[in-house]
T-cell receptor, first 118, second 109 residues
Framework: GAGVSQSPRYKVAKRGQDVALRCDPI?????LFWYQQALGQGPEFLTYFQNEAQLDKSGLPSDRFFAERPEGSVSTLKIQRTQQEDSAVYLCASSFWLPGLAIYNEQFFGPGTRLTVL | GQQLNQSPQSMFIQEGEDVSMNCTSS?????WLWYKQDPGEGPVLLIALYKAGELTSNGRLTAQFGITRKDSFLNISASIPSDVGIYFC?????????FGKGTRLSVIA
């Protein structure tokens, strides 16, 4: 497809379950980002990949959150032992990174996965 | 996590009116961005600002990068019903974006 796609679009989990959220970035985009958006809030940064390398995971809220991008394309965000406070929309974004370019590399966002933990 | 101070939180305006919203930060940013998010969708970039003092227009939208690099505003002129949505400012210093909490715009026809 032409844009960033995410699946599933909606996920309901019981507290304590593990979940896996998938992101398919725009073809050729080197950089991939995960954001968490709580209800009524702006997106908050979770983690960032450049190709398969996870360069920044400072935003992951706990060690229950894990992200991977093994082949530098599709990424999966995994949340173990989900808690109610994990309920949010999880947004994925990708950008075409150009080394040494000072100008902003636009991040294109997917539609998000809405996670509800009961 | 850090979020920018964005105001107002919500606005109800008549179709045809102009709209203004702003964003402030305690930190300096190298880039300021304005996004619009529709229900069930991800944010879509409206305007990007790269230099302090820069004033940029995109159709009916005008945005400015504050001279102190700690603030930005967005103006929408002659609002129309499709302007309804949530507008977010975002600042960038390194790679991840830091977002505001959003301004929810409602347009009354």
């Amino acid at each position: 497809g032409a844009g960033v796609s995410q699946s599933p679009r909606y996920k309901v989990a019981k507290r304590g379950q593990d979940v896996a959220l998938r992101c398919d970035p725009i073809s050729g985009h080197v950089s991939l980002f995960w954001y968490q958006q709580a209800l009524g809030q702006g997106p908050e940064f979770l983690t960032y990949f450049q190709n398969e390398a996870q360069l920044d995971k400072s935003g992951l809220p706990s060690d229950r959150f894990f992200a991977e991008r093994p082949e530098g394309s599709v990424s999966t965000l995994k949340i173990q032992r989900t808690q109610q406070e994990d309920s949010a929309v999880y947004l994925c974004a990708s950008s075409f990174w150009l080394p040494g370019l000072a100008i902003y590399n636009e991040q294109f966002f997917g539609p998000g996965t809405r996670l509800t933990v009961l | 996590g850090q979020q920018l101070n964005q105001s107002p939180q919500s606005m109800f305006i008549q179709e045809g009116e102009d709209v203004s919203m702003n964003c402030t930060s305690s930190s300096i940013f190298n880039t300021w961005l304005w996004y619009k998010q529709d229900p069930g969708e991800g944010p879509v970039l409206l305007i990007a600002l790269y230099k302090a003092g820069e004033l940029t227009s995109n159709g009916r939208l005008t945005a400015q990068f504050g001279i102190t690099r700690k603030d930005s505003f967005l103006n929408i002129s002659a609002s129309i019903p499709s302007d309804v949505g949530i507008y977010f400012c975002a600042g960038q210093r390194n790679t991840p974006l830091v977002f505001g909490k959003g301004t929810r715009l409602s347009v009354i026809a």
